[in-house]
């Protein structure tokens, strides 16, 4: 089969989260499984630096800044195709805003033309293979197949469904979409038009990255104002569990770690802990629970519910507390306030730092999850891998990858899950987490349940190829 994923991050190119982990992964587990497959990504400075590349030719379009189609690998014989055109992508900043962290106002003609190259590559394409676009910023790429007629079967991934790339309708003008497409039942949202919703609409199947999301965005609590349509849609909407890439997080091989580890070598784990306790100015104690998080830190996330909690239970000198994360300012400052005034047992780096990242789930015994929704969540399942107990929220992905312990499952428990999104049960589950903690044997026991766990990529790989034949791909 031909695949063509089209999307605006790809790991290790260019990645502000979970979506380019996914592109740099699942495209390599389906060449395994003998497809050929392409991931069509925007030329930003950090993807162009990773060249030189291959000239392939002009895809100038009238109306349009120059552009040119390059073409590289990516690991595991996985063709990389980059949409050289400078005006719009060789910008600083993240693949969304500037420096100062503001969109740029012409995000939509950014990732319109992004989503038309890559329908255009899709038709180009003699083999009648799928074109599989992910997220709001490859949303059109259905559309513009569609406008096309083009025989073309295409999928649309979900990752988030609360970034919906939402534009006024006289944007809408400038991208060059049929004017019927601009409709309730097509493009049209709450008077204005929305790049998820068109990629919902016009795509022959919809995924979303969990199984327990896949049912959690058909309620108007998750669904963001798309549930209606998700409902009316429910036949083509599939959960599909994201995987890890375990040549990337493993401690078995992660050089990253001081020392390597896997589930029969537990114990070493103690040195990474002691190397990122001295690194990150901790106390160096190897008995009191060392609770890591690496993550945005959005509403999504839960972090606020977290900070009363963590205040707590590092008064009492119960916990020690390693973040790694970026976003909103008010809980950016408030955790740096708190590493401030815990010195010693609660450090908190504000950035984005992929090396550290790995320490920290090589380092600290727990991972904190505490989101209000998660579309799947990586963090909670590179825990798992790494020995570090997954303490997160019932929700999304969470919920499908993390086993409870209940105090008496120690055979099968993998982490702790809370049920409310409230500070009281997150305060009650670290309290939980703490006292298993106190039994270094029931700990390691739930550790290795862990590591043993499989979420490698091939399951899920099978399960897209699957879709994309039941939806006509060859
Ligand atoms: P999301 O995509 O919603 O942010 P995921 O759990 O799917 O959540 O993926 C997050 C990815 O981004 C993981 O690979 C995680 O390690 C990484 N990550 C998040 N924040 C940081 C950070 N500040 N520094 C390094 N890596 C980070
Ligand atoms: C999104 C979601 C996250 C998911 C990731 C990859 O960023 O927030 O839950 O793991 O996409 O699918």
């Not at 401690?251 to 040195?271: I, M, N, W």
């Not at 160096?284 to 629970?289: G, H």
């Not at 790494?386 to 969470?398: A, C, F, S």
Request: glycine share 10%; net charge negative; with cysteine.
């Amino acid at each position: 089969m031909r695949i063509l994923h089209v999307a605006a991050e790809v790991h290790p190119l260019i990645k502000t989260g979970g979506l380019a982990d996914v592109v740099g992964s699942l495209p390599a587990a389906q060449v395994a499984l003998g497809h050929e497959v392409s991931v069509l990504v925007p030329g930003y400075p950090a993807v162009m630096a990773a060249g030189p590349f291959e000239f392939q030719y002009d895809i100038s379009n009238p109306g349009e800044p120059p552009a040119r189609l390059l073409r590289g690998e990516l690991a595991g014989g996985v063709e990389l195709l980059v949409l050289d055109q400078p005006y719009y992508f060789e910008r600083p900043g993240s693949p969304y805003t500037d420096e100062q962290g503001n969109g740029w106002p012409d995000n939509y003609r950014r990732f319109a033309h992004f989503g038309y190259v890559g329908a255009r590559l899709s038709q180009l394409d003699d083999r009648g293979g799928v074109l599989h676009a992910h997220d709001w910023h490859a949303g059109l790429a259905p559309a513009y197949l569609r406008a096309a007629l083009a025989d073309r079967a295409s999928c649309f991934t979900i990752h988030n469904i609360a970034y919906q790339g939402r534009y006024s309708v006289a944007e809408y003008a400038e991208v060059g979409l049929p004017g019927e497409f601009y409709g309730y039942d097509g493009i049209e949202f709450h008077g204005d038009w929305s790049f998820l919703k068109a990629g919902l609409v016009y795509s022959d199947a919809i995924t979303t990255v969990s199984p327990t999301y896949a049912r959690e965005i058909l309620t108007p609590e998750f669904g963001f104002g798309l549930d209606g349509l998700l409902n009316y849609r429910r036949r083509d909407l599939h959960g599909i569990l994201n995987g890890v890439d375990y040549t990337v997080w493993d401690p078995a091989s992660d050089a990253a770690l001081e020392q390597t580890y896997d589930a029969k070598t537990l114990k070493r784990k103690a040195v990474s802990k002691a190397a990122l306790q001295t690194a990150v100015g901790l106390d160096p104690v190897p008995d009191r629970l060392l609770v890591g998080v690496v993550s945005r830190l959005t509403v999504q996330k839960g972090f606020d519910l977290a900070l009363e909690p963590l205040e707590a239970l590092l008064a009492d000198d119960a916990l020690q507390l390693v973040l790694l994360g970026s976003g909103a300012g008010d809980l950016e400052a408030a955790f740096s306030d708190l590493a401030r005034r815990f010195p010693g047992r609660c450090a908190v780096q504000i950035g984005y730092d992929e090396l550290q990242a790995h320490r920290i789930f090589g380092g600290a015994d727990a991972i904190l999850v505490p989101s209000r929704f998660e579309p799947c969540g990586l963090t909670q399942m590179y825990g798992l891998r790494y020995g570090t107990l997954p303490i997160v929220r019932r929700t999304g992905g969470l919920a499908d990858t993390v086993t409870d312990y209940n105090g008496k499952n120690r055979a099968a428990a993998t982490g702790f899950i809370f049920g409310a999104a409230s500070a009281t049960a997150l305060r009650r589950t670290l309290g939980r987490a703490i006292k298993a903690y106190a039994e270094p044997a029931l700990w390691r026991k739930l550790a290795q349940n862990g590591m043993r766990q499989d979420f490698g990529w091939e399951r899920a790989a099978r399960a897209y190829v699957d879709l994309y034949a039941r939806i006509g791909a060859e």
